[in-house]
């Protein structure tokens, strides 16, 4: 069966942080000790409330990130962003950037996908200037991070894309392309973070 004819049939749920969980252990957990699967978790606490599907964009931001003014003016790091939104396509970061107009007002937004960037002129800017907001794909922020371009200790707030469908009803996680460069980007660089840097670390993911 299409994935299109069974979310079909399916109401639309919002994510919610077991999604996240259940699809890493999915994945690795066949060629992953127990240790390492341990180090895949995060407590509820690394968990802002999903979108509930009533809010527009900017509204659900402006609920979850309440002192976003504060952590936007004291933000002087270079390399690295406030927040960092992904999601399933260049096309979608597009819709995304301009969606939440109402809540960055004048901070500074960066592109981190591959469409008509390279990734050279991303890590140009991204060492030359300072950004609040970085809004991309997978693929493109796991290069970044992996190439010490996009550095992620000042980042506050990771929010994922989870709830949004495209024409054929697929979520992020129900495009394989997508998920499997995601959840990649998750274990290679997040199983390093969760060990060295989350105790000291105060990122919070969301579902918007």
């Not at 999604?19 to 992953?32: A, P, S, T, V």
């Not at 509820?44 to 309440?66: G, M, Q, R, V, W």
């Not at 907001?133 to 290069?143: D, N």
């Not at 697929?170 to 989350?198: A, C, F, G, N, T």
């Amino acid at each position: 069966k299409k994935i299109s004819h069974i979310l079909q049939k399916s109401a639309p749920k919002p994510g919610v942080p077991a999604d996240l969980q259940n699809l890493l252990i999915q994945h690795f957990g066949e060629n992953r000790s127990v240790i390492e699967i341990e180090e895949l978790k995060l407590s509820d606490s690394c968990f802002l409330p999903a979108n509930d599907l009533t809010h527009s964009f900017s509204s659900y931001l402006k609920e979850i990130c309440p002192k976003w003014a504060k952590f936007r003016r004291n933000h002087t790091d270079k390399k690295s962003v406030v927040m960092l939104v992904l999601c399933s396509s260049a096309l979608r970061s597009l819709e995304l950037i301009k969606s939440m107009t109402a809540f960055k007002g004048d901070c500074r937004v960066i592109k981190l996908f591959a469409k008509h960037i390279k990734i050279k002129e991303q890590m140009n800017m991204l060492e030359k200037g300072m950004f609040h907001i970085g809004v991309g794909t997978p693929g493109r922020v796991k290069a970044l991070v992996e190439q010490d371009a996009l550095c992620l200790n000042s980042t506050k707030y990771m929010i994922l894309d989870w709830n949004w469908r495209d024409q054929k009803l697929r979520r992020m996680m129900d495009i394989p392309e997508v998920w499997y460069k995601h959840l990649y980007m998750l274990y290679s660089v997040y199983s390093v973070l969760l060990l060295v840097v989350l105790r000291s670390w105060s990122v919070k993911f969301s579902f918007c």
